[in-house]
């Protein structure tokens, strides 16, 4: 999410958090018994784990872990799943570190499902978005 440029998959309704170093938004892409699913984002650019600043991973992981938890008590959901990938060989196909993090429901399959994944309107995101953002209390702005 480069600042200031928004499109379909890209709104400012879908941020659900903003720290110094990383932010959280619900992500465009959604598995069919999963929706909601967030992105955890380092604020700077970071390519993949390897070369992150430990204070940048400190952050994200922490906000990962308030999306999680926010998640959890607001979804109804039965469990959260995080995921991360580097290179392309890790299944790395976006070039910027972000950590996912998934409403888990039992029986779901959402690792056997990767196929059936689809792109959801801003419409679709807010909701969520609204959702974790009251849970987690910090800011939502890029200020």
């Known amino acids: 999410m480069q600042a200031g440029h928004?499109?379909?998959r890209n709104?400012?309704?879908d941020?659900?958090?903003?720290?110094?170093?990383a932010f959280a938004r619900i992500?465009?892409?959604w598995w069919p018994d999963n929706p909601g699913g967030a992105l955890v984002i380092p604020r700077a650019h970071h390519e993949n784990l390897y070369?992150?600043?430990?204070?940048?991973?400190?952050?994200?992981?922490?906000l990962t872990q308030q999306v999680a938890t926010a998640m959890r008590s607001t979804y109804g959901c039965d469990g959260v799943s995080t995921r991360q990938h580097n290179e392309p060989a890790g299944n790395?196909?976006?070039?910027?570190?972000h950590v996912h993090v998934f409403p888990r429901h039992d029986d779901d399959r959402?690792?056997?499902r990767h196929r059936e994944a689809r792109y959801v309107d801003a419409a679709a995101r807010a909701p969520y978005a609204d959702r974790l953002a009251a849970e987690i209390g910090l800011p939502r702005t890029f200020g």
């Open 6 to 8: 928004f499109n379909e």
């Open 27 to 29: 992500s465009p892409k």
């Open 92 to 97: 790395q196909d976006v070039w910027h570190l």
């Open 51 to 62: 070369t992150m600043p430990t204070d940048a991973g400190h952050e994200v992981w922490d």
């Open 15 to 21: 941020v659900v958090a903003v720290t110094g170093l």
């Open 11 to 13: 709104q400012p309704t």
């Open 110 to 112: 959402l690792y056997g």
